[in-house]
């Protein structure tokens, strides 16, 4: 195997790599079980939360037998489904899944993932560029490291972008916006041993919404709403 192409594989695994690396970790904890890794459940207040907040209407309802709390929204435009963990679908209250449940919709009515690979796309062709055309990229495979690394770290920021944006349109839409800050919590205590302290790490390593900045949202959202039944 010749230098350019290590340099292109090395480019390309870290491009898509680093910006989905949490969700590919979550997807290996639902794995190496006796159950089977995804189980399609009907929940008739999950399928009807949808249509009346977000108008999405999924396809279907998938648990992974995960002991890790994580949702997420997937699939082709108008054919959406939706994932739960075990973890969280056995253990987060109502509120609180609903709050998991509209933010995931949040991504898919707003196209994130259809936005993020057509940005994915064009830094794979720019990087490419530069490895087949800038000296300095193609000199080893150092140049070609570094290059997939920054490039998966800007998309790592635009996600962060996208998870704030989620987030928002989840405030917009969630009866009771109590159930952001429970749940963040939850997905606080469930992740602070397996994720780093280090402030620049999570800053470049982590899409997600802060948690201290979700549940600033999602007090603000509270004392908005208070001041609105005051008023009327």
């Known amino acids: 195997m010749n230098t350019e192409v290590i340099n292109y594989a090395i480019f390309i695994l870290l491009l898509f790599y680093l910006p989905l690396w949490t969700q590919i970790n979550l997807f290996i904890s639902s794995l190496g079980r006796s159950q089977k890794p995804i189980t399609v459940i009907k929940d008739e207040r999950i399928y009807k939360l949808l249509l009346s907040k977000t108008k ?13 709390p994580f949702g ?62 800038v000296t300095i990229f193609s000199v080893g495979v150092i140049p070609a490291f570094l290059l997939g690394i920054g490039f998966g770290i800007l998309m790592i920021q635009i996600g962060r972008m996208k998870e704030l944006e989620a987030d928002k349109y989840t405030l917009a839409r969630i009866t009771n916006p109590e159930g952001m800050v429970t749940a963040t919590e939850r997905f606080r205590n469930a992740y602070k041993n397996r994720s780093s302290n280090n402030k620049l790490i999570r800053l470049l390593l982590y899409r997600g919404n802060p948690y201290e900045n979700r549940i600033r949202m999602a007090n603000e959202e509270i004392q908005r709403r208070k001041l609105t039944r005051n008023v009327r």
């Open 56 to 68: 999405a209407q999924i396809k279907s309802i998938k648990i992974s037998e995960s002991a890790l």
């Open 72 to 133: 997420m929204m997937i699939g082709i435009p108008n054919r959406p489904q939706l994932i739960l963990s075990r973890k969280l679908y056995g253990t987060f209250n109502q509120d609180e899944i609903d709050y998991v449940v509209l933010h995931e919709a949040g991504h898919y009515m707003l196209h994130h993932s259809i936005k993020e690979l057509l940005l994915g796309l064009l830094f794979l062709v720019v990087g490419i560029f530069l490895l087949n055309n």
